[in-house]
């Protein structure tokens, strides 16, 4: 009668070999693919960016050279966000082109890393996080057929409608080197203390269509002007002369 031959069986420490090899490959492949995903993003980013620059193009060639007017140049003293204010129906900044019929695809505002609770495409502060307004007041472009926010509509891109500093001066097109629409600052969210972002730099758009990528160094100094505890009672009139000084070095950097 022949015999029948079994095979070894592993042992626990073979198993438990095998099982420690296994999770350290896959401790060094997640953050490669990570990484990779990350830079997928920072390219649909660009590629925003690229399609931005075609409508407002497109707006500056139709207007006879005049820029979307901005936070900045249209209420003096105030900032660089793009907004749009639903009470009063104004567009301020990149919001022009969606309401003038120019690059009408709202999610193209809002970039893919852009991680912000409330400030991005569809998405509506139903907490009460913004310290400025009540819940459902501010939140990103709603999409087509459902209700947005109350009071105002944000975007994932800073626009750059004044060239100080500090003066109400729009754009020019003897200046295509210059910057002008840019990803948040991703290392400078002072007034939440949090990174939204790509987390190590931004893609800018420049005048003549370039968009290029910056890294972000650690940098505090938007504290000049606005208080890193978000204690927006800190704040002096005499500091947001310094908006545009201080933004125009991180668009040029």
Known sequence: MRRLRFSRAFTLVEMLLV????????????PALGRSKEMAKRSVCANNLHQIYSGLAA???DSLGKYPGGNATLIPGNGIDSTFNVSQQQPMGLAFLITRGYATDAKLYYCPSWKHPWNQFDVVDVAGDDPWFAPNTMGGWPAAGKPGPTSHRGFAYHYRSTFGPAVNRPPSRKQPEAAIVADHWTRREVLYGRDFGHGDGYNTLFLDGRVTWKRDAMSQYMNLWMPGDGDLSKITNGKWALQEFIWQDFFER
Not at 19 to 30: D, G, K, N, Q
């Open 19 to 30: 099982v420690a090899v296994i999770v350290l490959l896959i401790s060094l492949l997640l």
């Open 59 to 61: 707006y500056i060639l």
